[in-house]
Every structure is written in C-alpha cells, then in structure tokens.
C-alpha cells in the first residue's frame, strides 16, 4: 500500500511539474543556474571573447564605434567591418548601458549576455514543442536543452560566441512557424498565412550578429521544404501553400539579410570581405544590389528550386490521390536528393574549409563519438527514437521538426563547432522521441499479463526520468569541469607589458593568446584567432631575425602554454612532426631527493648534488642520459652538469617553481622558443622584460624601432638606433579607405613629425626602412597618441 501510494504521489508530483504554468518557469530557472556556474570565475572563458570585449570597452570609452582598431591584426590594424557585424559588439553594450543603472559593470554585463539569449533559446523551444506535440514532449525537450553541454558551452556566462544569436533567432523562428502550422479553422486561413511571414524576418535579422548566420536559413529552408512533404504524404494539401509562404517569407528575410549588411556589416562571404570577393570571381558572379555571396545565391537558386519542388508536389496532390503513390514520389525524391547530396558533398566541403581551416583548430575537426557524448551525454542517444512518431498517427508538425534534424545533424556530424547548434534538435528529438517510446510500448503491453505489464510500464517510466535526470548530471559535470585559460600569471604578464611598451609596439606570441594581448596590454598581436604559419616558423627557427622585423614585432612571447601546445606549432608550421619532440612533464613526486616528472610511457628523474645532478630520463623501459640539463629556480635559469656521459639525443629543463619538466631531443631544444624559455643562451638582440619564473616570459626584440609619441600638439615618431634610411606613412580613414601615401627621407634623423595635412586621415601605417629592408613597421590612431587611448583594466 505505502509503495503504491508513493507511486501515486510521484505520478501526481509529475503531471503538476510538466504543467505550462509551471514548467516554463521550472525550465528557466534550470537553465539560467547551469549557465550561471561560471560566474564563480574571475575570467572569461576561452580566448575570443577577451577581444570581443576590448573592442566594446574601446568604443565605449570613445563614445563611437570605431571600425578601424590598431590594438589587432599586427602592424596592419584590424577592421571590425571585415569581421562580425555591429550587432554582435552592440548588444552586450546596450545590456550594459541598462545594467549599469543597477551597478552592473560592463565585464559582468558581457558575463551574462549570452546567458540571458541562451535562456531564451531553450523557452522558445519549449514553446514550441508545446505546441506541435504536448505537456510532457515540451518538458522532457527543453529540459534536456537546459542541462545539455552542448548548448551550455557557447551560452554559459563568460562564453561570448555569435551563434548563440543565430540559434536564438531560430528558435524564435522555429516558433514563428509551428503557431501557424497548429492553426486550424477557416477563421484562422488568413491569419496563419500572415504569421507565416515573421520566421522569414527572424532568419534576416540573424545578419546583425554573426557573420557566418547562414545556415538559420538552410534550416527554415529545410522546414518550409518538409512541411510540403508532410503536408503531401499525410493528404493534408493546404500545408503546400503554407510552404509556399513560408519560402517567399525567406526571400524577404534574405533582402533583410541584405540590408543589414549595407548597415552593419556583411556575413563572411560579403562582398566587403576578401573571401567573398574571390569566391565570387570563380563563380564568375558580379555583385550588384546584393552585398553577400550567399544571399545571391539563394535568391538565384535556392528559393526558386525550393519554390519549385513545393510547386511539383502541389500539383501531384491534384493528380494523386493514392498515399502509397505519394510516398513512392516521396521516396524517389529523398533518394535522388541523397544521390545530389554525396554527388556535391566535396565541393561543399570544399567551400567550408575555405571558410574555416582545419587544423589545429579544434572547432573545424570532424566529430568523434567522445565529442557527442560530451556534448550531450546519453540523450544524444536517444535521438532515433524520434522516428516512433512516424509509427502511428504522424502530423506535419513532425514533419517541420524533422526538417530541423535533415540539417543539423549532419552539421553535428561533420564539425565539433556545430554541436551547439545542432543541441536543439538532439535535445527536441530524444526528448520528443522518449515520450513516442513510451507511448507505443505502452500501446503494446495491454495485452500482456499484469505482472510483466507492470514491470515494463516501470521500466518505461524509469526511462523516460532517467534520460533526463543522467543528462542533467553529465550536462552538469561536465560543465563544473570547464575553468578558463587565462591565469593570474598571465594577466599580471600582460598588464606589465601593457605599461611598458609604446602604443604602437606589435607583439609576438602564439595565436591563442593573441586576444589577450588585446584585451590586457592594448597592444596588437602578429596572431590572434586564428593560426599563423609564419609565428609557428620563428618559433621553430624557420624564420630569422630579419623576419621578425617585417611585421614590425617589438616583443617576443614565451609560454608554458606554447609548450604544452607543441604539436600544434610543429603542424602549423608545415615541419615533420617527427624531427621536432619536446613533451611537457608534470610534477609526479619526490622520494628523499630524487624528483620525478611523468607522463605515460616517459619520465625524468632528477637528484641534486653538490658539484653536478643525477638525471636519468625513462622512455618506455630503457633509461638513457640526457645530454643537457637546464634548471629554473626563483628567476634564474641555470644549466647543471649531468653525471655520467650522454647516452641519447635528449635535453632536460626542470621548473622548481612551478613543477614540471620538459623533455626534448636536440632539434626541439635549438630552437627559438626552447632557448628562450629554458635558457639564457639566446641571441643578444633579445632582453627579457619580464619573467615570473616559467610560466610567462616577454623578451624586447633590440632592432631600429619607431616610438609614437605626442609632442606640443604634434605626433612624432622617434627612431631607436635610428640606421634607417626611409619612412612610408599611409594614411586611411576609419572605414579603411587610402587617402594619404608618401615616402620620406630620414637618413641620419632620429625623429620626425607627422605632418597635419594628410587629408583627414584617421588611421596611419608606418613602414621604416633602410634601402630595401623593412626595419619596423607599425599602426596607430593619430587621436589615440593626441588624447591617449583607452586604459585597460
């Protein structure tokens, strides 16, 4: 009696939680306190983000939006015109604005925007599910979005990415197109055709936040192009014509598209983006009214094919009436588009690894099953339960969501970085789908025994609770176990070069780190957000001292995190990844003096002596002597000699400070980044500024450099060990346009004023030379060296 009645009350406790009043609410407080977690760390997650707030504490702090920004891209500047568009600097800066009023800083306002669309994101999907299926396909769909690390990672509080907008802005869309689809009654025939019209707007408006939001429109695409085919299948023929709405909604959502870009930017293949501008020169295509490649090509192509095929399926609905025959046109029409899919798939991919290059990049690597799993934990199992609801009493609402899934999945499938997009529909089919298990099992059961039928109704429950609550823990965990790359180390590293470098000094370190440069030391990287072949060279050796002065780098960057990311410098810069090994080696214990570093099958051990160091180094089971020991303790770097003779191409540095020990052989240790890290026999044209004792070092490149400074009312750039010979200053305004360009004789100077009549130029590169050799280069904002630039935090 006492379990049944625990039965009942769990039974009633349940149908009390999925109720709307109560779920909705349920759901988004869930949601919000997962994305919240990370508000317990003092920085933000990853490395873009850093940047993208540099950029709106920058404009803020001018009162403008400056497109032009000479803190990025190396002596070149960076145009943010040429990168996302405005909307996604915009938005965090009007959350602040309003924020601001309550005490809210504007680093906590960024913190929380993308909490607050990512919340959104999971209501509107609720709302939707709610309205094609039910109370209890709804709950179970949004919950598992809520707990999903899938969609927490780029939606979690200090995580700021641009396609947290455009998944947002489908949901919306995605809502926009199911109230309508739901509708029935004549009295609603207007009224449903009108609606139809705003996921059209949602998938243009996309366009102010990201600058790769293309695929919201291959997804309502997809839903408009499967509601015709539900519509045809199922015998209900209006849902053609709802279709045909819904695609001339997307070719008004595309001229939105449009029009966003002439205002705010254009996506990435725009025509003011470089990509775009190639791509279109093979493709042999002229823009014209349309600024964005792939707003040109859908308006030429895919709208009217789309338009097209809903129009064949139309009028097959007058000429059959037989379902079988429908779904044998159905079926050929899948297959052949599966044929076009395979046929075309290499140029499509193709076209994406234009877009966004592959190694090292995480992001742009095909997706494991460990990457799934960790994105959505068991119920991204669960996704082909969805095809239950097809088993019995389909609707076309099944129809427009598996529209979504004909796209994101294999978008999961194919790239880690489109597992957040793709959460929605993992998250609305498992979920979708458990209740469709449950339902036909149900269904199935009636005719057994009592015993067994309940035995297997709990099973069934327990499923459809367990999926949920397993999710929400891995979700969870997994997001408790994400920390942020940026350390104190680095921030106090950042911050003193920051204070002791000239505005317009460019900075060399690895591209991960270049948005911290950014953000810390208001200083502009060589690379940042993206591989640098040519970083990856010098750090290697492959590129000299004369290279370094090409791109005009006045401070050099060494890490512990270089190290730990060796791989990935050797495959950046195109060498053998055989002829370069260096392993970094943590801190495995101690036993009376005898240190030892270890990882997997390799090992260090080191014992200190009076007059020399007993080191060992174990790979696999042989144990060999290296040829040179290296150890840092406090600030100083001091080599040891080894006992006994060297028995391997092996080189050893020891870290007492911050315990570890990186091993290499005799390639790795000749080379820039190992010298400077692990020794002080390094060429005398370096001088190391800073150093915390081996986690972050910076060495000042000695070569002839410019100083930009503001002198009576004037700028002057100021010439250290002043061997040049010339000096190009080009002028540019803010939009990037080239208004000024002459060449000035400075032999024997060692400071020379800008002149006051460079046609209004806003912007000036510098490039010092003597003869033909390139000795410094640079970038600065002519009022930020007048008035002074913006102080970092």
Not at 235 to 251: E, P, Q, T
Not at 362 to 373: A, I, L, N
Not at 686 to 712: C, L, M, W
Request: glycine fraction near 10%; charged fraction near 15%; hydrophobic fraction near 50%.
């Amino acid at each position: 009696m006492g379990r049944l009645w625990r039965s009942e009350t769990a039974s009633v406790f349940y149908r009390r939680l999925i109720e709307p009043k109560f779920a909705a609410t349920i759901i988004a407080v869930i949601t919000l306190v997962v994305r919240l977690l990370p508000m317990r760390f003092e920085y933000l997650l990853g490395y873009d983000p850093y940047f993208h707030l540099a950029y709106i504490r920058y404009s803020l702090e001018r009162g403008e939006w400056v497109n032009f920004i000479t803190y990025a891209g190396g002596p070149w500047g960076y145009q943010i015109s040429g990168f996302h568009p405005l909307g996604l600097w915009m938005t965090p800066a009007y959350f602040y604005k309003f924020l601001s009023l309550f005490g809210v800083s504007l680093y906590n306002a960024f913190r929380i925007t993308p909490v607050i669309f990512g919340v959104l994101t999971v209501v509107f999907t609720y709302l939707t599910v709610l309205r094609l299926h039910g109370k209890r396909e709804a709950f179970l769909s949004a919950f598992i979005l809520a707990v999903s690390f899938g969609h927490v990672f780029r939606s979690m509080a200090g995580y700021y990415r641009g396609d947290n907008y455009m998944l947002f802005l489908y949901s919306v869309a995605l809502l926009g197109t199911a109230v309508p689809l739901s509708l029935r009654g004549p009295k609603w025939r207007n009224v449903r055709l009108v609606l139809y019209l705003f996921p059209g707007i949602f998938a243009g408006l996309s366009a102010a936040f990201w600058q790769a939001y293309y695929p919201i429109f291959a997804l309502v695409t997809s839903n408009a192009l499967l509601i015709a085919v539900g519509g045809f299948l199922l015998g209900r023929d209006r849902y053609l014509k709802d279709a045909l709405v819904l695609i001339a909604s997307l070719a008004a959502g595309a001229l939105l598209a449009n029009s966003i870009g002439s205002h705010l930017g254009y996506g990435m293949v725009g025509a003011t983006h470089w990509l775009g501008r190639k791509l279109a020169e093979e493709l042999g295509i002229q823009f014209g009214f349309i600024g964005d490649l792939f707003l040109l090509l859908y308006l030429k192509y895919i709208i009217p094919l789309t338009a097209a095929a809903v129009l064949v399926l139309l009028v097959l609905s007058r000429l059959v009436r037989d379902r079988r025959v429908r779904g044998a046109v159905v079926l050929l029409g899948a297959v052949a588009s599966v044929w076009l899919a395979f046929r075309y798939y290499g140029i499509l991919n193709d076209a994406l690894l234009r877009l966004f290059p592959t190694s090292p990049i995480s992001e742009t690597q095909r997706t494991t099953f460990g990457d799934w799993w960790e994105a959505y934990g068991i119920s991204g199992l669960m996704v082909p339960l969805f095809l239950f609801r097809f088993l019995k009493r389909p609707r076309v609402g099944d129809f427009l969501l598996l529209g979504t899934a004909l796209v994101m999945i294999p978008m999961a499938v194919v790239w880690t970085r489109f597992l957040f997009i793709s959460s929605l529909a993992v998250a609305a089919m498992a979920g979708i789908g458990l209740v469709a298990l449950y339902d036909t099992m149900g269904a199935l059961i009636e005719g057994l025994s009592e015993d067994k039928r309940r035995w297997l109704s709990a099973a069934l429950s327990l499923l459809l609770i367990g999926v949920p609550l397993i999710s929400a823990y891995q979700g969870t965990s997994t997001t408790l176990s994400v920390h942020p790359f940026m350390t104190e180390e680095w921030e106090s590293a950042l911050t003193y070069l920051g204070k002791i470098s000239n505005p317009n000094d460019v900075v060399m370190t690895w591209w991960d780190q270049g948005h911290w440069v950014t953000y810390y030391s208001m200083r502009p990287p060589v690379a940042q957000g993206g591989p640098s072949k040519w970083v990856a060279q010098y750090y290697l050796g492959l590129k000299g001292e004369k290279d370094l002065m090409k791109p005009g780098v006045d401070y050099v960057i060494v890490s512990y995190d270089t190290l730990t990311k060796f791989g990935a410098v050797v495959d950046t810069a195109g060498a053998s990844s055989g002829d370069y090994v260096l392993m970094v080696l943590p801190w495995a214990g101690s036993y009376g003096n005898l240190m030892v570093f270890s990882r997997g099958p390799y090992s260090v051990m080191a014992a200190p002596g009076d007059m020399e160091w007993d080191v060992k180094v174990r790979a696999g089971k042989g144990v060999v002597i290296p040829k040179r020991a290296f150890v840092e303790r406090g600030n100083v770097v001091r080599e040891v000699n080894v006992s006994g003779a060297p028995t391997a191409d092996a080189y050893v540095y020891i870290n007492l400070n911050y315990g570890y020990a990186v091993l290499m052989n005799g390639r790795a240790f000749d080379t820039p980044l190992a010298r400077l890290m692990f020794t002080d026999d390094y060429s005398g044209n370096y001088t190391q500024v800073y150093s915390d004792g081996g986690y972050v070092k910076i060495f000042r490149f000695e070569h002839p450099n410019v100083a930009v400074a503001a002198e009576n009312g004037s700028v002057v750039l100021r010439f250290t060990n002043a061997t040049g010979t010339g000096l190009g200053i080009y002028g540019y305004l803010d939009n990037g346009t080239l208004v000024f360009k002459k060449w000035y004789g400075v032999g024997g100077k060692d400071a020379f004023v800008l002149p006051t009549d460079i046609n209004g130029s806003a912007v000036v590169r510098y490039v010092y030379v003597r003869k033909k050799t390139v000795l410094d280069r640079g970038v600065f904002r002519i009022d930020d060296v007048l008035f002074g630039a913006s102080d970092t935090d």
